[in-house]
């Protein structure tokens, strides 16, 4: 009887040491997750820093794909040196509540607005960041909606047909909503920037439809970043005085590190506006 009884126990104390070691292990890993201030993207090639550091070849072989072959791709893609990246970077102690800040950068050379929309080629995308519970979501999206047709950005009218034509509207909206129905991060878009060779005032006429897009949800839901304009900055220009890649390796579209330190510092402004601190 005593021997039952005594085994009785160890089974207990087993037991309860096997519960306790499985808490300990789960611990560390829910406490990882929690303790971090997250930051997801999304976007194209410029959320992605597409071609810095990146070979002149490399680029070209990348613009094939992206514009010969109609489908987006992360080969060329510097994740660490693109806007979102600084933007974490920038971000001060007191705005993250002194927690780490970590950049989960899903954006993707060549992406389309559709891309992302539910059973689309990138909407696994959406569902990343979504199951990642991000703090912020930061996108650079729609310019490719144009750029998928090259010879159209040169030319007003065609610009607005093809803004229609490929829903861009209506893809951002249902993105804000889909992503502040599934995260209630804060959302911050940017817009494009000038180019001086915008001739067809395509710029513009994007920068209008985010703005649409993004204007129902207000700012407490999304918000939209204006970044710098980028003439006289252009391509062509030598030395730090450009913002962008040089026209040996691109087609004077995708910013440099400055450039994008620009966006990032333009994102950084906004944010700082609607999240204070005096830490």
């Known amino acids: 009887m005593r021997a039952s009884r005594e085994r009785y126990v160890l089974g207990l104390r087993q037991a309860a040491l096997a519960s306790l070691v499985a808490w300990l292990l789960m611990v560390p890993a829910a406490s990882a997750e929690e303790d971090t201030f997250r930051v997801s993207v999304l976007g194209d090639s410029v959320a992605a820093g597409f071609g810095i550091d990146v070979s002149r070849a490399k680029v070209a072989r990348c613009a094939a794909t992206i514009f010969g072959l109609g ?9 660490d040196a693109a806007w979102p990246a600084r933007f974490g970077a920038g971000l001060s102690s007191g705005q993250t509540d002194g927690l780490p800040v970590v950049v989960d950068n899903q954006a993707i050379a060549g992406a389309q607005t559709g891309n992302f929309m539910p059973r689309k080629r990138l909407s696994g995308r959406v569902d990343h960041v979504i199951a990642q519970d991000p703090d912020v979501v930061l996108i650079t999206l729609g310019a490719n909606d144009i750029l998928s047709s090259p010879r159209c950005a040169t030319n007003g009218r065609c610009v607005t047909r093809r803004l229609r ?26 817009e494009y920037y000038y180019l001086d060779q915008d001739l067809s005032s395509a710029v513009e006429q994007l920068n209008d439809v985010i703005d649409r897009a993004a204007r129902p949800f207000g700012t407490e839901s999304v918000s939209v970043v204006n970044p710098p304009a980028f003439r006289g900055h252009g391509c062509r220009i030598r030395g730090s005085g450009s913002w962008m890649l040089p026209p040996t390796k691109d087609i004077c579209l995708h910013p440099n590190a400055i450039g994008q330190q620009k966006l990032a510092n333009a994102a950084l402004a906004t944010f700082s506006i609607q999240n204070p601190t005096n830490r």
């Open 71 to 79: 489908r987006p791709t992360g080969a060329c893609d510097n994740h």
């Open 165 to 190: 034509a490929k829903h861009t509207n209506a893809n951002l909206t249902a993105l804000f909503k889909r992503l502040d129905r599934g995260t209630g991060a804060d959302i911050y878009i940017t």
